[in-house]
T-cell receptor, first 113, second 115 residues
Framework: AQSVAQPEDQVNVAEGNPLTVKCTYS??????LFWYVQYPNRGLQFLLK????DNLVKGSYGFEAEFNKSQTSFHLKKPSALVSDSALYFC???????????WGAGTKLIIKP | EAGVAQSPRYKIIEKRQSVAFWCNPI?????LYWYQQILGQGPKLLIQ????????DSQLPKDRFSAERLKGVDSTLKIQPAKLEDSAVYLC?????????????FGPGTRLTVL
C-alpha cells in the first residue's frame, strides 16, 4: 500500500540549531515527493519537491530535503532554525496510479529562543 | 500571479444548517481539489475536478456534501445539512495539470465551526 509516515508528532529545536523533520514513504513507481508548511490559520504553503535529479533539493525559507532511495526517506532539513520556522510540516508523495497526493499526518515543529 | 482565493475565511453555523464555500483557483490551472482538514491531521481529499468534470469524489459524503465547477474555473462546495463532525478547515487547491508533478497550490482555507 502506498503511504507516507512522519514518525514524530512534534520536534523541538533551539533557535540557531540545525533541524530535521523526518518522512518515509512507500509508493509504486518513481516517487514524486513534496514538503508543505502550515502556519496557524493559514493554508498549506509549498516548500519544495523532489521529482528527479540531485538528491539534495533546496526550497523556500532556507529549507532543503534529502532524498534517499534505499531508505525511502525524504527528510526536511535546515542548517540554522529560526523561531519563525515554528509551524506544522507535512510530507506528501504522489500516488502514481491516480496522481493524487498521499499525505503524512504532519509534524509540529517548535523552535525555542 | 494571484494565488488561490477562498471565501469566507470563517463560518459558524448550527447543526442542520447549510453552508457554502467558494474557491477561485490560480488562473490557467485545470485541476481543482477540495480537502477537509480536521485539526491536527493531514488533509483529506473530498473531490477533484479536471476542468468542469469530476475526476474523483469517492471520499465525498454525497448525502450531505456537493460540489460543482460549472465553467471550469470557480468552484463551490456545499454542506446541507451540517453535522457537528463537519467542523474542520476546508482547503481548496489547484494545479496546472492532472499529473501533479508541479505540486498543488493551496488557498488560505475556510474554518467551519458547527455548533
Amino acid at each position: 500500500a502506498q503511504s507516507v509516515a512522519q514518525p514524530e508528532d512534534q520536534v523541538n529545536v533551539a533557535e540557531g540549531n540545525p533541524l530535521t523533520v523526518k518522512c518515509t514513504y512507500s509508493v509504486s513507481g518513481n516517487p514524486y515527493l513534496f514538503w508543505y508548511v502550515q502556519y496557524p490559520n493559514r493554508g498549506l504553503q509549498f516548500l519544495l519537491k523532489y521529482i528527479t535529479g540531485d538528491n539534495l533539493v533546496k526550497g523556500s525559507y532556507g529549507f532543503e530535503a534529502e532524498f534517499n532511495k534505499s531508505q525511502t526517506s525524504f527528510h526536511l532539513k535546515k542548517p540554522s532554525a529560526l523561531v519563525s520556522d515554528s509551524a506544522l510540516y507535512f510530507c506528501a508523495v504522489r500516488d502514481n496510479s491516480n496522481y493524487q497526493l498521499i499525505w503524512g499526518a504532519g509534524t509540529k515543529l517548535i523552535i525555542k529562543p | 500571479e494571484a494565488g488561490v482565493a477562498q471565501s469566507p475565511r470563517y463560518k459558524i453555523i448550527e447543526k442542520r444548517q447549510s453552508v457554502a464555500f467558494w474557491c477561485n483557483p490560480i488562473s490557467g490551472h485545470a485541476t481543482l481539489y477540495w480537502y477537509q482538514q480536521i485539526l491536527g491531521q493531514g488533509p483529506k481529499l473530498l473531490i477533484q475536478f479536471q476542468n468542469n468534470g469530476v475526476v474523483d469524489d469517492s471520499q465525498l459524503p454525497k448525502d450531505r456534501f456537493s460540489a460543482e465547477r460549472l465553467k471550469g474555473v470557480d468552484s463551490t462546495l456545499k454542506i446541507q445539512p451540517a453535522k457537528l463532525e463537519d467542523s474542520a478547515v476546508y482547503l481548496c487547491a489547484s494545479s496546472p495539470g492532472l499529473a501533479g508533478a508541479l505540486g498543488q497550490f493551496f488557498g488560505p482555507g475556510t474554518r467551519l465551526t458547527v455548533l
